[in-house]
């Protein structure tokens, strides 16, 4: 049974960076697709970035244009996200999400498999 967990959240300050870390278990890592989506209350999940069986990166939001980047290690069964030069408007709750194809689409109904989320507050 796959099985996610996130971590890495936390505050940090405006201009900081974070690293996000994403434990894929139960399942070989490399058959599936894997993203990352961020939340915001009263907003839907938003896309941000997702990676391709073969580690191809697409992004799916603007906002991390330039500051963010996906990577995997189908090795430890891991997922990372990290997001530079972060601005208040980052904060919210990160989720990492797979499934089992090798498709990015960008849209939180396309993944099936989440993990609990990690709360992201950037703030001075």
């Known amino acids: 049974q796959l099985h996610i967990v996130e971590s890495g959240g936390g505050l940090v300050k405006p201009g900081g960076s974070l690293r996000l870390s994403c434990a894929v278990s139960?399942?070989?890592?490399?058959?599936?697709?894997v993203a990352w989506f961020r939340q915001v209350p009263g907003k839907e999940r938003e896309g941000l970035l997702c990676n391709y069986i073969d580690g191809t990166v697409t992004r799916f939001s603007d906002s991390v244009k330039g500051r963010g980047t996906i990577f995997r290690n189908n090795v430890a069964n891991m997922v990372e996200l990290q997001l530079d030069n972060l601005k208040p408007e980052d904060s919210g709750v990160y989720y990492c999400?797979?499934?089992?194809?090798?498709?990015?689409?960008?849209?939180?109904?396309?993944?099936?498999?989440w993990g609990q989320g990690t709360q992201v507050t950037v703030s001075s």
């Open positions: 999400a797979a499934e089992l194809n090798d498709v990015c689409i960008d849209s939180y109904t396309a993944f099936r498999y």
């Open positions: 139960g399942v070989n890592l490399y058959e599936y697709t």
